[in-house]
């Protein structure tokens, strides 16, 4: 059997405070007040891709695709974000054994 996949996650105030962080930044990714208030304050935002890159002005990063919790839906919402190496390396992991056990809770509507 093969070692687990594990990917990095974030609940929201921390999406919330790498956004802002990535919109003062100028990064090239980021996401719309509006679709912030569309979050489940409560969810867990699972980051199924990350990429290390050099946005267009220079500033070295990590383009993070992520599935984002939403309001009373079950259905994530797919978003990219940039983010710094820094926040990066200091989000929480999560293996497929771990997700799996805790499926109901990453996948329930509020």
């Known amino acids: 059997m093969g070692e687990s996949r ?3 996650v974030m609940d929201t105030p921390t ?3 790498v956004n802002q962080h990535a919109v003062e930044l100028n990064q090239n990714r980021s996401v719309t007040e509006e679709f912030i208030n569309k979050l ?3 969810g867990t935002h699972v980051i199924a891709f990350s990429l290390d890159h050099v946005n267009y002005e220079g500033t070295p990063g990590v383009r993070c695709q992520i599935y984002c919790k939403m309001k009373n839906s079950k259905l994530p919402q797919m978003v990219y974000i940039d983010i710094t190496h ?7 992991t999560v293996s497929m054994d771990e997700a ?3 499926i109901e809770v990453l996948g329930s509507a509020s």
Do not use: G, K
């Open 86 to 92: 820094e926040e990066y390396m200091a989000l929480p």
């Open 15 to 17: 999406l919330i405070r």
């Open 100 to 102: 799996d056990s805790d």
């Open 6 to 8: 594990r990917f990095s």
């Open 40 to 42: 489940d304050w409560n």
